[in-house]
């Protein structure tokens, strides 16, 4: 076998193969011999048809089989020579293809692209001196109690206020015409939550109890649905039930109940634990990303488009899994697929970028994870998985899924080192800024 390679691009390979007539007589052999064995022609005992029979009913799909074999085989032997990273399958052209005679093709493959990481130890980082507060501590016992809080009917007036649960009925029109997702019954909401259109739950400020009424709404014009986008939406709304939250009262039995301590101040040092160690997660994770930033800005190198593309199509699929399903949704994200792409593509790029240094990197400082710690991070996640373990084990039962695991490890690990070597500086909080918060 020859083949000769051809640089395209810093990403793009063209590799001309040419394979002798031996080599071409000796995979038709091969392929007719193997189809002869488990072929089952009328009139030839199994295994017995000759050639010539074989050749009359199968040629074209032998060929299609022969060339097939040929072109894999040869780009694999190709590929393994010259240590390419191939990301993508090849765009292959063949010459025709004769038993006996020399074959020869072409293809242009995408490969990930060579280049040399520097200056990646000691990067020099800054992280922002930040404490947990006391006012901190207190909003998420607040959060605990309204977690716990109880919903008790109104009693004493029969008009929505702002902060009641309201179930409803409501049925949407534009133009008087009805429009997909505008209709509900014993739809429960709270009024001011802000988990619907704040010009819907203003609207129900003030509708009385079982009592009809039309309400109209003005829809936003950057409103992800299309259809209600600028206009105003008609609503006949009937209130059903009007609840308010009920509080439960903040002393040592509720510490006993809802935070296993046995009093409010153990509670309180608890929770402020917790949040002290979130908060060295939120700030571990700023410096990986400022790790990480530093590395993109320093190495400039064309990433594959198939690359970025595979991203992309991950990034738009998780963008669009996160936008409202129904009309009455809070204001989404931007509807179409062309302009999430658009938007998202930069960052995607930088992601391929990233992963592509990280590797690179792990590779240089041999960073390897083994079998045993990806059985171990499978059982982990599984054992907190509750319900769904046996499908997550199904899943990861997958080669493919094992080996994306592996990868997440790696990196993991290679920024966990970064981190190590990296030269952090601690600065105070600017005055303006906003405090973290849990």
Not at 53 to 77: N, T, W
Request: hydrophobic letters at 35%; glycine letters at 8%.
């Amino acid at each position: 076998m020859k083949f000769d390679i051809d640089i395209v691009s810093s990403t793009q390979r063209k590799i001309r193969v040419e394979l002798p007539g031996e080599a071409v007589n000796r995979e038709f052999v091969r392929a007719y011999d193997n189809l002869g064995r488990r072929a089952r022609i009328k009139g030839f005992r199994p295994g017995k048809a000759p050639r010539s029979v074989l050749e009359k009913l199968y040629s074209d799909e032998v060929k299609g089989q022969v060339l097939s074999h040929l072109v894999e085989h040869s780009l694999g032997e190709c590929f393994k020579e010259r240590g390419l990273k191939v990301i993508a399958d090849p765009e292959v052209e063949a010459d025709s293809l004769e038993e006996g005679k020399a074959f020869a093709f072409s293809a242009v493959v995408e490969v990930k692209p060579e280049f040399e990481v520097k200056n990646y130890r000691g990067l020099e980082v800054e992280k922002i001196k930040l404490a947990v507060s006391d006012e901190q501590v207190e909003s998420a016992l607040g959060r605990l109690r309204d977690g716990h809080a109880q919903l008790a009917p109104v009693e004493d007036r029969d008009q929505v206020e702002q902060g009641d649960f309201v179930t409803l009925d409501f049925v949407g029109s534009v133009d008087g015409k009805p429009f997909e997702g505008g209709k509900a019954e014993h739809y429960v909401m709270e009024v001011g939550g802000g988990h619907t259109l704040p010009e819907f739950e203003a609207a129900l400020v003030g509708l009385k109890k079982d009592i009809g009424a039309t309400i109209r709404v003005p829809y936003p014009q950057d409103h992800f649905n299309r259809e209600l986008a600028g206009k105003t939406v008609e609503f006949s709304v009937s209130v059903r039930e009007i609840k308010k939250k009920v509080l439960p009262p903040l002393d040592d039995e509720f510490a006993k109940d809802h935070g296993d301590c046995a009093t409010l101040a153990e509670l309180r040092d608890k929770l402020r634990t917790r949040l002290e160690s979130e908060l060295r997660d939120i700030q571990t994770r700023e410096l990986k990303e400022q790790l990480v930033t530093r590395l993109v800005e320093a190495h400039g190198f064309d990433v594959p488009q198939t690359l970025v593309e595979r991203q992309l199509r991950y990034l738009v699929e998780r963008r669009q899994g996160r936008q409202p399903g129904s009309d009455r949704g809070a204001p989404g994200d931007k509807s179409t697929v062309e302009e999430l792409r658009k938007d998202l593509e930069p960052h995607a790029r930088r992601q391929v970028k990233a992963m592509l240094l990280l590797e690179k990197i792990a590779e240089l400082e041999n960073v390897s994870v083994s079998d045993g710690e990806v059985q171990q991070r499978i059982e982990g996640m599984a054992r907190s998985a509750g319900e769904q373990a046996a499908s997550l084990r199904q899943f990861y039962g997958r080669a493919d899924a094992q080996a994306h695991l592996r990868d997440q490890m790696a990196t993991d690990r290679t920024l966990g080192m970064l981190l190590e070597w990296a030269k952090i500086r601690e600065i105070a909080q600017p005055i303006d800024a906003p405090e973290k918060n849990s």
